[in-house]
């Protein structure tokens, strides 16, 4: 297996900056996800690794060995860099089957047939799809075929895997399975994981850290999933990791109100930001599951404006003054705890974590209006 490291890489297409000076080192083993909005540049980073594109300048390291740089005419072609790539569309030949797709990359390296026929039916067995080599791509699921291409991937051993949005075309279902699968997949093989994707859940379910990257090609943050989802580095990369609230504060006569209501904040504010909500410009940050819902006349109120099942949950939104604050409640929970609540009830909130920020960062782009 093999560690990445790119050292100020950048590339532009029309004189269009798209990655720019970006300088980060994946380790040997790890499952590294980089995630962000589409178009923000994250499969550009995973096609100059690959070898698919150039960089216009900087270094590319894989393992030990320089791949590519530009300043040094250093430029390894996508076969000699010991890598397997999946794409979101599967790429699978419709006229072939499970076994004469995945034996494809040895036969076009010209592996002995004995050694050939071991490896591929260990790969086909690595995905779950034993019994099933006989079979055409059309007469698999989707979920199979998306196996077929993995398989084929891995078959020539390769030291990194780099994954393109390969769960997309799934449905739910089919997603969750698949991440878990491949979680096992890497657990087992040891293989170096590239994965690229819009999903936060599928983020947090495989990765063992994330890079959160924003729509200008700007790395925001890097962490396990866990710190990049509790205590994330900044308002875009709290927004970008799940529904979320945003709540201006005000300062009057000694206490926090949510701005444009007469609605007291009983949440504590940090001491380190007193000066911020004084000068008006603090912004709460909350998730819509840490907030409950009670009928309690001392906790803040408010107008429920809508109320949505969805199964697990009810979504709701309750006006607090000229603010909407979303809150999302377990549904079981809700009935066993008589919490079950109507449009135009009035009704008091309870938060249970915050996270802080300006709010001139904010407004620049996650949504206070």
Same mark, same amino acid.
Request: charged fraction near 25%; charge should be negative.
């Given at each position: 297996?093999?560690?990445?490291?790119?050292?100020?890489?950048?590339?532009?297409?029309?004189?269009?900056?798209?990655?720019?000076?970006?300088?980060?080192?994946?380790?040997?083993?790890?499952?590294?996800?980089?995630?962000?909005?589409?178009?923000?540049?994250?499969?550009?980073?995973?096609?100059?690794?690959?070898?698919?594109?150039?960089?216009?300048?900087?270094?590319?390291?894989?393992?030990?060995?320089?791949?590519?740089?530009?300043?040094?005419?250093?430029?390894?072609?996508?076969?000699?860099?010991?890598?397997?790539?999946?794409?979101?569309?599967?790429?699978?030949?419709?006229?072939?089957?499970?076994?004469?797709?995945?034996?494809?990359?040895?036969?076009?390296?010209?592996?002995?047939?004995?050694?050939?026929?071991?490896?591929?039916?260990?790969?086909?067995?690595?995905?779950?799809?034993?019994?099933?080599?006989?079979?055409?791509?059309?007469?698999?699921?989707?979920?199979?075929?998306?196996?077929?291409?993995?398989? !084929?991937?891995?078959?020539?051993?390769?030291?990194?895997?780099?994954? *393109?949005?390969? /769960? $997309?075309?799934?449905?739910?279902? +089919? #997603?969750?399975?698949?991440?878990?699968?491949?979680?096992?997949?890497?657990?087992?093989?040891?293989?170096?994981?590239?994965?690229?994707?819009?999903?936060?859940?599928?983020?947090?379910?495989?990765?063992?850290?994330?890079?959160?990257?924003?729509?200008?090609?700007?790395?925001?943050?890097?962490?396990?999933?866990?710190?990049?989802?509790?205590?994330?580095?900044?308002?875009?990369?709290?927004?970008?990791?799940?529904?979320?609230?945003?709540?201006?504060?005000?300062?009057?006569?000694?206490?926090?109100?949510?701005?444009?209501?007469?609605?007291?904040?009983?949440?504590?504010?940090?001491?380190?930001?007193?000066?911020?909500? !004084?000068?008006?410009?603090?912004?709460?940050?909350?998730?819509?599951? *840490?907030?409950? /819902? $009670?009928?309690?006349?001392?906790? +803040? #109120?408010?107008?429920?404006?809508?109320?949505?099942?969805?199964?697990?949950?009810?979504?709701?939104?309750?006006?607090?003054?000229?603010?909407?604050?979303?809150?999302?409640?377990?549904?079981?929970?809700?009935?066993?705890?008589?919490?079950?609540?109507?449009?135009?009830?009035?009704?008091?909130?309870?938060?249970?974590?915050?996270?802080?920020?300006?709010?001139?960062?904010?407004?620049?782009?996650?949504?206070?209006?």
């Amino acid at each position: 297996m093999a560690s990445v490291r790119l050292e100020k890489v950048s590339k532009s297409y029309d004189k269009h900056p798209v990655i720019k000076d970006l300088s980060i080192t994946i380790n040997d083993g790890e499952c590294f996800t980089f995630l962000g909005p589409s178009g923000c540049g994250k499969t550009v980073i995973l096609r100059l690794i690959a070898g698919f594109e150039q960089p216009d300048s900087g270094k590319i390291i894989i393992g030990d060995t320089l791949v590519c740089c530009p300043d040094e005419h250093v430029f390894l072609p996508p076969e000699k860099r010991s890598i397997g790539v999946v794409f979101q569309d599967y790429a699978v030949w419709p006229h072939k089957t499970v076994y004469e797709n995945v034996v494809y990359p040895l036969k076009m390296q010209k592996v002995q047939k004995e050694e050939a026929d071991g490896r591929t039916m260990k790969s086909i067995a690595m995905v779950n799809l034993q019994t099933l080599e006989k079979r055409l791509p059309f007469q698999l699921s989707g979920g199979q075929q998306q196996r077929v291409a993995l398989a !084929r991937a891995l078959v020539s051993g390769p030291a990194i895997m780099l994954l *393109d949005e390969p /769960l $997309s075309n799934l449905d739910a279902n +089919l #997603r969750e399975e698949m991440r878990f699968e491949m979680k096992e997949l890497q657990k087992n093989t040891g293989v170096t994981i590239l994965y690229v994707t819009h999903d936060q859940e599928v983020a947090l379910a495989i990765s063992d850290r994330v890079a959160v990257m924003d729509k200008n090609g700007n790395i925001r943050q890097i962490g396990p999933p866990d710190e990049i989802y509790e205590k994330p580095a900044d308002s875009f990369v709290f927004k970008f990791m799940g529904v979320s609230n945003f709540i201006p504060l005000d300062y009057r006569d000694g206490k926090v109100y949510v701005r444009g209501s007469d609605s007291v904040m009983e949440y504590p504010v940090p001491k380190d930001q007193t000066d911020a909500l !004084r000068e008006g410009s603090l912004v709460a940050g909350c998730r819509p599951q *840490d907030i409950q /819902l $009670s009928t309690n006349e001392t906790h +803040l #109120r408010g107008l429920l404006k809508r109320a949505v099942y969805l199964g697990s949950t009810i979504d709701y939104r309750i006006a607090v003054g000229e603010t909407e604050i979303r809150v999302q409640q377990d549904i079981q929970e809700a009935l066993a705890e008589n919490r079950i609540y109507a449009e135009g009830d009035k009704i008091g909130l309870r938060f249970l974590d915050m996270k802080w920020f300006a709010r001139q960062e904010v407004d620049a782009g996650e949504g206070v209006s």
